[in-house]
């Protein structure tokens, strides 16, 4: 008998990019990043990361408000067919429990096959 799952349909209302925190990024999204905004990943790097407290990698900035860097005024993800796997994964993947609170992606069960 088939197994039921959860899965999360994003709906764009922009919440999760207003998190403060680490949106940690790989060497090869910096390079889709950076080849999607037509800039070098110099420019990149200089103007869209920082280094991280740990100094293991770098991290998207974040607004004077706490939001993503890449957050557009019309609530739209500039670079969302690049974005970070870390982005990509939330909320399915996310164990913080707290942004159930917030995030509005819609919830449905589908059967596993």
Do not use: H
């Not at 959860?6 to 999204?29: A, F, I, L, M």
């Not at 103007?47 to 005024?73: H, I, Y």
């Amino acid at each position: 008998m088939p197994q039921k799952r959860v899965v999360y349909e994003c709906v764009r209302c922009g919440t999760c990019c207003r998190w403060p925190g680490y949106v940690r990024v790989e060497e090869k999204e910096l390079d889709a990043i950076a080849e999607y905004l037509d800039i070098t990943i110099e420019e990149l790097i200089e103007k869209f990361t920082a280094l991280t407290a740990d100094r293991q990698s770098l991290t998207v900035v974040e607004n004077p408000d706490g939001s993503c860097a890449f957050l557009d005024r019309d609530n739209t993800c500039m670079i969302n067919p690049v974005k970070p796997q870390q982005c990509r994964d939330f909320p399915a993947k996310w164990q913080a429990g707290t942004y159930q609170k917030f995030c509005k992606a819609e919830r449905r069960f589908v059967d596993d096959e």
